[in-house]
């Protein structure tokens, strides 16, 4: 089945910068489009950013200018670099193909491919 291991979250301060990291097993990585998803508790998930496999990139009009995805095929890996992090920011941050997603429900915690990664901004 497949499988989503998300890294790099932590706490910081408002300012702050963060990477994360997410590397999925049980799908060929090449040609399916990723995204970086966020939940605060009680909340749905929001898409945050996404990559296609072309490179083309998609970020919330929250993030922009601030965040910036990246992925490595060759080593099916993920990124998502943040700086300028303010408290809105904090959140669970989850990885998922954005196709999966889309037919997956509206709570990343529900999902079930991966435990998410901790994203803490204080003030």
């Known amino acids: 089945g497949v499988l989503v291991l998300e890294t790099g979250g932590g706490s910081v301060q408002a300012g702050g910068s963060l990477t994360l990291s997410c590397t999925p097993s049980g799908f060929t990585f090449a040609g399916v489009d990723m995204g970086w998803y966020r939940q605060v508790a009680g909340k749905e998930c929001e898409l945050v950013s996404s990559?296609?496999?072309?490179?083309?990139?998609y970020y919330v009009d929250s993030v922009k200018g601030r965040f910036n995805i990246s992925r490595d095929n060759a080593k099916e890996t993920v990124y998502l670099e943040m700086n300028s992090l303010k408290p809105e920011d904090t959140a669970m941050y989850y990885c998922?193909?954005?196709?999966?997603?889309?037919?997956?429900?509206?709570?990343?915690?529900?999902w079930g491919w991966g435990q998410g990664t901790q994203v803490t901004v204080s003030s």
């Open positions: 990559i296609r496999d072309s490179g083309e990139k």
């Open positions: 998922a193909a954005t196709d999966a997603a889309a037919r997956s429900g509206r709570y990343c915690n529900h």
